[in-house]
């Protein structure tokens, strides 16, 4: 007798589990790494630490227990313990803490209040460093007060064009900076200080030097691309610039194995975010920079969009031990492969290349086995293996595998079309669960945001849940996207919603010559710069039957400001000016200024919390729709941020997907 699979639900997210943060010891025969799971009564997320053996003799089993989050595991370089963090003594302050890796209990190692941005073991295993904000005493003293009368903030005193961050919300007047603490007694020595912030330290190999980011510029708040590298002792002393010659972003350094050259991630023209992320080498004691990766036209940053993801920190560059090669991730149509470049002449091998997304990698001493997190259209992100003599890679976990053996699963069809200009563009076809190619279904076309991102080669919850309630779900890459060269990202460069909308629509002339697709019954959706495309394009055609647009961007003008991008809306749309100057500029390419042609039935989605895309944005839209006699409704989540689809409360997610299936039921059903 047939099994009988059932369809995948909205629900289901509650059952996931993400792997994160896998890091092999340094002899190999261990990989540590984070699981993330939620508890449906409390709506609380979780993470504990799981250990696998490399060789494949025994299951993963949980390392840590308990009720909290423990995340960035690190091994200590003897292999003897785990570093990692944690909020088990207090659910709202992370601490530094060491497990022994043969048994016993966690201990804090350090009691500060503030926050951590990782941290990394000093080569003797005797001291961490760590980018840490220490909070003011002044400021615990004033919330012990505000908590004491339960009145609340009175007032927040604001400087800094950077005072609120989306997900985060309005950030301390305490600046990041450099740290090191003694693996023992927890003892903290703060090594920098002022009104700059130091961020993304690493140990030199002989343990003297940290080297560290910082951008000193006297008003780095509007010059944010004016970063450098530094040195300090890390005893303690003189910070030190390192001279590069290179005039632009600077981050994700690295030291060689000798010492003697930094690896970084950088970029050349300041305020171009659609450029691509080069990897350059100098000398440590300063010198010219070289631009290893500039003759190959790839980005080297992780841009692949997913709702699935555990938030794992992508690795700095790394280096093989004879510091050869060095080994980066790269984001490249729908894929984000592993990379290793040759350092003197800049050529490059793929060492993990099959389609799918290398999320984050670590080597044993020897480097001679390789540990990946590896996910698929089809499966959430798991541990790899990978043997570099034999170059065989093996899963060693399977987490969701039984889940999703449960359920019945669209396929999916990669698909390469011609453009309208003449050139390539990339996108993927879902089909419903038990499709019949004798049918003809509705379909919803998806618009990643960004828009230098890219949809991919990674599992979409979402849309194979519009996929099990008989939906044909499209997504694609047009010009704006990562992914796909330099040129193909800074096509729309102070061009929003002109070749990036005729590649949507181009596509959705794909869709709709489908010999299984009702071309009647199409909707659209997308969200942030999705959702600007989804309400540009309900003002510009009235070729789609629906549309649900999500955490949008519509008017430039009142964006300016009032994102937490503040007045880098410049840097992400490509306008070489401010709204006062040109007033032009920011309207033609607001999608508001389209909307008195509007007559598609929309539904608004917000998140109250939004500081990314205000939710004036969809609010605007709601009211015009209105009064324009459009059928419209909003949606507003209270306490969520911008990222509400990938990471926020459970419930909410799921009364989102709710809501998105309703919507698009009431137009696209052939019995309405």
Known sequence: MLEMKRPLTAEDLYHLQLVSDPHMSPDGRYIIFGLLRVDRKTEKKYANLWLVPTDGSAPPRRFTVGNQTDTHPRWSPDGTSIAFLSNRQDEKQMQLCVIPFQGGEARPVTEVLGSFAGFSWSPDGRHFVAQFRQKDQEAIEREKDEQKKKLGVVARHITSLTYKSDGVGYLPQEKWHIWTFDAETGEGVQLTEGDKHETEPCWSPDGRHILFVSN????????????????????????VQVETGHHGRKFSPAFSPDGRTIAYLGRTRPGDWAQNSCLYVVPAVGGQARNLSVAHDLHLSLMTLTDTGSNTPPPPPTWSRDGRHIFVLATEQGNQPLLAFDTVSGDYKRLIDDPGLVGSFSFNAAQDKLAYLWGTQTMTGQVWLHDMATHESTALTHFNQDL???IAWGQLEEVWFTGPDGQPLHGWILQPPGFDPGQCYPAVVEIHGGPMTQYGRAFMHEFHFLAAHGYVVAFSNPRGSQGYGEDHAMAIANGWGTVDYADV????????????????RMGVTGGSYGGYMTTLIIGKTHRFKTAVAQRVVSNFLSFYGSSDLNWMTEHLVGIDGQPWDDLAQ????????????????????????????????????????????VDAE??????????LSRDGRTDRRIERLHHMVRWFDKYLRKHL
């Open 216 to 239: 000193r510029h006297a008003v780095p708040d509007l010059n944010p691309d004016a970063t450098e590298l530094y040195l300090i002792p890390a005893a303690g002393g003189q910070m």
């Open 404 to 406: 999703f053996a449960e």
């Open 505 to 520: 629509m181009a596509w959705a002339d794909v869709v709709a010559g489908l010999p299984y697709v009702d071309a009647t």
């Open 586 to 629: 920011y309207w033609q390419q607001s999608p508001i200024s389209f909307i008195g042609n509007a007559r598609t039935p929309t539904l608004i989605i917000h998140s109250e919390n939004d500081l990314r895309c205000d939710r004036e944005q969809g609010e605007q839209v709601f009211v015009a729709l209105k009064k324009l006699g």
């Open 634 to 643: 909003m949606v507003l989540f209270p306490e969520e941020a911008h990222g």
